[in-house]
């Protein structure tokens, strides 16, 4: 069989790669600690799922606009005027099977073979394949550690090229933690403003913010409508990963392209899901209350994890301002023999950790840091104590 060379060049997810791996040790009964999860270890609050269940039993169980039920886009835009004082109507807004749609359509919707997309690195591993798949080119733009990953406006135009059309930001960032700060959001759409590209701005991790302020890229709207676009979603925020619903705010223009683009690709988010969603943005005070209490956790979990993490032998670790994952340094290994495994890089780590001490980690190589492994704190304070103490034998010279 022939395949597109559009297909062809795209990679596995290494991130699966891993849980896969850990799964496969687990099957065997190895009691493995899995610091690999993208997603909340918390259930989806009840009255989301309660929500869900109603909208079952009246029949809420047929195609819906492909764009999503008008309630939802217009507490998506209520959302983003309240909060951000964003001017978008519910027709500037879309509804996806999570950001992840909403980043690969509007990749699909704005580039093309000859133009060139920056992204930041560490980057979101899906971000340059959604590029690959749209047939542009992938143009990373470096941020290091000793600047806490935070981009700046200047690490943008040093990265340029002639044939740049476009910009992923993703802020808080996965798998760095990082949280930009306003001025320089500000300063990017700026300079994205002067140049003529569309900057698609991930904010899926809006509501994890530790240190640092989150400013979304939507409060620069008034100004900026055709130079950002906002993709968001419930997966992380809500627990909701499994249901499948995002969202993406831009001009009107792109967001019914967008709108086509998934009518013809999946039709609508699943019905039920969106009468969830629903639930989820409007019911306040019950939203409130469950997302807080997973906030709390992670917050508590971050201020065991990041001085734990230093604290090993040869480990460094920035504070990671959002998002429940953290970005150690493990670089001083590499050359080392662990458990009989020559340590070449954040991939050989992650397989001598696995194999040694049964602690999965991602490898930063996925994300374009290979001196780096991505640590999930979306796991019980519990187990990141017995991950640390597995780490803190295996590492110890
Ligand atoms: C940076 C980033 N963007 C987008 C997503 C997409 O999540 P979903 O499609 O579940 O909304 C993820 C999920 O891991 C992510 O880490």
Not at 75 to 87: G, H, K, Q, V
Request: with cysteine; net charge negative; hydrophobic share 45%.
């Amino acid at each position: 069989m022939k395949f597109a060379s559009r297909a062809s060049r795209v990679a596995g997810s290494a991130t699966l790669a891993v849980l896969k791996a850990a799964a496969a040790l687990r099957a065997k009964g190895v009691d493995v600690v899995d610091f690999g999860p993208g997603e909340p270890d918390f259930p989806t609050p009840a009255f989301v799922k309660r929500a869900a269940i109603d909208a079952i039993e009246s029949d809420f169980t047929k195609y819906t606009d492909s764009s999503g039920t008008p309630e939802l886009r217009e507490a998506i835009a209520s959302r983003y005027l309240t909060e951000w004082n964003a001017p978008y109507t519910a027709g500037e807004v879309v509804v996806t099977a999570g950001g992840k749609q909403a980043l690969h359509t509007a990749c699909l919707a704005l580039f093309e073979e000859g133009d060139d997309v920056l992204i930041p690195a560490p980057y979101w591993v899906s971000f340059p394949e959604m590029v690959t798949l749209s047939g542009a080119r992938s143009v990373f733009v470096p941020t290091s550690a000793a600047s806490g990953f935070r981009l700046t406006a200047a690490d943008v135009a040093r990265a340029a090229t002639p044939a740049t059309r476009g910009l992923i930001v993703n802020t808080p960032n996965n798998p760095t933690g990082a949280v930009m700060e306003p001025s320089e959001v500000e300063a990017v759409v700026r300079l994205a403003a002067s140049r003529g590209w569309t900057v698609l701005f991930d904010e899926c991790y809006d509501r994890l913010v530790f240190e640092g302020r989150h400013v979304s890229a939507a409060s620069l709207a008034r100004e900026f409508l055709d130079t950002v676009l906002v993709v968001g979603t419930l997966s992380k925020t809500y627990a909701m990963t499994g249901w499948r619903v995002g969202f993406a705010l831009g001009p009107k223009p792109l967001i019914d392209l967008m709108g086509r683009i998934v009518g013809h690709a999946t039709s609508n988010v699943c019905s039920i899901t969106q009468q969830a969603a629903v639930a989820a943005l409007t019911r306040h005070g019950e939203a409130r209350a469950a997302v807080d209490g997973m906030f709390a956790e992670y917050a508590r979990r971050r201020e065991f994890l990041i001085p734990a993490l230093n604290a090993l032998e040869g480990v460094t670790c920035v504070s990671p301002g959002g998002t429940f994952y953290a970005f150690p340094d493990v670089s001083a290994h590499y050359g080392r023999t662990l458990g009989g495994h020559e340590i070449t890089g954040s991939e050989s780590l992650a397989e001598a950790l696995l194999e040694t001490v049964a602690v999965a980690v991602t490898p930063g190589i996925a994300f374009g840091e290979d001196r780096c492994v991505r640590i999930s704190f979306a796991t019980s304070r519990e187990r990141l104590e017995e991950g640390i103490s597995r780490l803190a034998r295996v590492l110890a010279r």
